[in-house]
Each structure stands twice: as C-alpha cells, then as structure tokens.
C-alpha cells in the first residue's frame, strides 16, 4: 500500500485529556461519566450476565472514545481513553445498526479467530448500538469478558436494549440539564455584569448632580425674577428627584453586590431630625402638595437614622407619585405596643389586590405611577426596615393607602454601633 493508499489515522486521545478538560469529546464524557444511573446500569449488567467489563463508548466514523467504564478485567480503559476504531467491532455496530455479540468466539460461526478477538484476548462480547432520540447514531453499549458468557441468552439481550434505550433518554435529559445549568451560569454573569454597570452608573452621576446643585444654590443668593421665582422651584424639584434616584440606585447595587444593605444603629439617633429634613426637602420639591408632619415619640431608638429618613422620603415619593393631587399627606411618627411607628398616609384610590404582593420587588411600578422611577423606592425602604428588624405594614381602604415603618423598641433592636446587613 503506498502512502496516498494509507487511511488518515484519527488523533488518540486518553484519560489524562479528559482529567485536563481538553479532550475532544469533553462534554459526552461528562455527562455520561457523572451520572449515578449509568453507573448501575453498567453494574446490573456485570451482575445479570457474569461480565467482568461493561462500558459505554462514543463512536464516530473515526473515532472510538470510552465514556463511561467498568473494568474487572484489567483491560485499562477508562473515560477519554481511546483505541483504533479499526481495532473495534463498534465500527461495525455503527455502520449496520446491528448487534454484535457471542458466547464464545472459538465456536462462534461468525467470530471464530477473529483478528479484533485475538488481539484483545476477547471470548465473550455484546455490543449494542445507542441512537439519541433525533436518529442520529451516538456509540455503543458493551460488555465483555476474557471467558465464556452466556450473553446471547434472551432476556440478556432483551434487558442490554432496554439499557441502551435508558441511556439514550438520560442523554437527552442530561443534555438539556447541562443547557439549562449554563443558560442560568450566562444569566448571573449578566446580572452581575449590569448590576456592577448601575453600581458604577449611580457613583458618577454623583459629581454632576452635586454641581447642578451647587449650581443652584449661587442662583439663589442672587437677586430674583419673576421668572427665576417660577424656574428656581422646578430645579430643585428635579434635584430632589436625581439625588433620590442615585440614593436607591446605590443602595439596591449595594445590597445585591455587597450581600444585603449595611445600616450602622446608634442608641438615642437623631431620628426626629432627620425625618423633619427629608419632609422640608420633598415640600420643597413638591411646592404644591401639603405634607403634615406629627412627631410624637420620645423614647430613645436605637436605628440608623440616615437610613430610615431614607426609607421615609421613599414612602412619601410613593405618595406624591400615587395619591390624589392637591390632596394632604401626613407623615405621622409614634409608639405603638413597643414599637415605633412611622406611617405615610395619602387620599386616593385603593391598591388593587393583584398586585399587593409585589409592591415591594424591586423594578415594580404602580400601574399609573405620575413618575419616570425605577420601582425601587418601596423595595429599598422594605429593605432597610427588615435590616432593623423591623417591617412595613401596608392598609389600603375607604380612599386612604397608609405604608407604616414599624421598629422594634425592645432588646431585639440592631445591636449597637454594629453594621447589620440583610442578605438578598
């Protein structure tokens, strides 16, 4: 035979490309290889028909690769290992999508000094062909044995087709499995891609916001026109509005990439103060709604006070957002049953029960919300609340919707001086 005449031998691979992650069928051998169902199958064979080596094998034109092995021979296979499809009888498996099999290749009609049997010292062999469920053909299922076997009996090859169909379905099964695994791989990675973006989006729209505002107030100190009398009012509106858009942005970044949001409770916090100066900062940017603010609590409370005037000035945007123009909203602060209780209570319709449950996922807008938010404000105060081991109770009837922040004020408050965080 010349050189031109001489087949192209397939590359060989073996276990140690599998062991690496670079062996050419990496992703059959896996699927096949970590599955606890093959390997009792290839167990039961072993036991139903007295083989001492079972295995499955991916099969191409050119290529014989072990998937999955059980050796009691010593024959030394095991998942990447490889030999010359020419030295198989799988080849032949897969060009007729016929069984081979025989009890004992020296009185078998057909094998008898078969050259494949005399090279690996084979006497008792089945091979079985395995197809995916589309028809295209995938390898075979084989057992065998350096001693005579009754593996032709019947029921013995009756139960190696069931087998084969079983391994066929699990393939399909774990296919998808292994699609689906890594679909939802893609998806975090992607999540956390734009999680990290909004984090990054949120910290840079600081400094310009931080001038506009600077900005504004030189505008202030000087003299005022009729027309800047109208104009100044809407700026700070939108101010108002940008900063509380790049407060929820941060924190809701921070949480989902920091494990949950950070609060830092001191005893006696400043609370009346600040939930006074986000109420004078949302009335001024929202110079046509009436905001009553009633403060009637006097036991220290341990909390973050920051943070829940935050939470606060999200309650009362929701408000803004969702009640009745030129209506009153009241902002009422007080003991109740060991508890302090922070409600936001506006005039307007009621909130439909179908969407009740959803009111504090974030990215949920209300259905007829008068702003351009990202339905963060409630998530991040619901947040915040539970950081303190609090809550917010919510009751919508006879026109009036009341979001109430409650704290606990017994010794199950945040610890002092102690970052607390709420895993999300």
């Given at each position: 035979m010349t050189h031109e005449e001489t087949p192209q031998r397939a590359l060989i691979q073996d276990h140690a490309a599998y062991l690496s992650g670079k062996h050419d069928f990496q992703a059959d051998i896996e699927i096949l290889s970590g599955s606890e169902l093959l390997g009792t199958i290839l167990e039961t064979i072993m036991l139903a028909t007295n083989m001492r080596f079972a295995a499955v094998a991916r099969v191409t034109a050119d290529r014989w690769v072990a998937c999955r092995t059980v050796d009691e021979v010593g024959f030394g296979l095991a998942e990447g290992d490889e030999i010359e499809i020419q030295s198989t009888f799988c080849q032949s498996v897969r060009a007729t999508g016929q069984h081979v099999m025989f009890n004992d290749v020296a009185t078998d009609d057909v094998y008898r000094a078969h050259p494949i049997a005399a090279n690996f010292g084979?006497?008792?062999y089945a091979s079985i062909p395995i197809y995916r469920r589309d028809g295209s053909f995938f390898g075979t299922l084989c057992a065998i044995d350096t001693e005579p076997r009754e593996v032709k009996h019947p029921r013995a090859v009756a139960m190696l087709e069931m087998f084969a169909n079983v391994i066929s379905q699990s393939l399909e099964s774990e296919a998808q499995l292994a699609a689906q695994e890594l679909l939802i791989k893609k998806e975090r990675e992607l999540a956390q891609i734009q999680e990290e973006f909004v984090a990054v989006l949120g910290h840079d729209l600081r400094n310009p916001v931080a001038a506009f505002g600077a900005g504004l107030r030189q505008l202030e100190k000087q003299s005022q026109t009729g027309g800047s009398e109208m104009i100044l009012p809407l700026m700070h509106a939108s101010l108002h509005r940008m900063n509380e858009l790049i407060d929820n942005i941060m924190m809701h970044a921070k949480s989902r990439l920091g494990g949950g949001i950070r609060i830092?409770?001191?005893?006696n916090a400043p609370l009346a103060e600040?939930?006074?100066?986000?109420?004078?900062?949302?009335?001024?940017?929202?110079?046509?709604?009436?905001?009553?603010?009633?403060?009637?609590?006097?036991?220290?409370?341990?909390?973050?006070?920051p943070r829940i005037a935050q939470?606060?000035?999200n309650l009362l945007s929701n408000a803004i957002n969702h009640g009745t123009p030129g209506t009153v909203i009241r902002v009422q602060a007080m003991h109740q049953q060991g508890?302090?209780?922070?409600?936001?209570?506006n005039r307007g319709k009621p909130i439909p029960e179908d969407i009740k449950g959803d009111l504090f996922r974030?990215?949920?807008?209300?259905?007829k919300a008068k702003s351009e938010g990202l339905g963060?404000?409630?998530f991040i105060a619901s947040s915040i609340a539970l950081s303190h081991q609090g809550r917010i109770d919510v009751t919508s009837r006879d026109g009036t919707t009341v979001f109430a922040l409650k704290l606990p004020l017994s010794a199950e408050a945040p610890a002092i001086d102690r970052d607390r965080q709420l895993p999300v």
């Open positions: 084979i006497v008792s830092s409770a001191t005893p600040a939930i006074t100066q986000v109420v004078e900062e949302i009335r001024i940017a929202a110079p046509d709604r009436e905001i009553i603010l009633e403060l009637s609590f006097n036991q220290p409370v341990t909390c973050d006070a939470a606060v000035s508890e302090l209780a922070i409600a936001v209570s974030p990215f949920r807008r209300g259905r963060l404000g409630l």
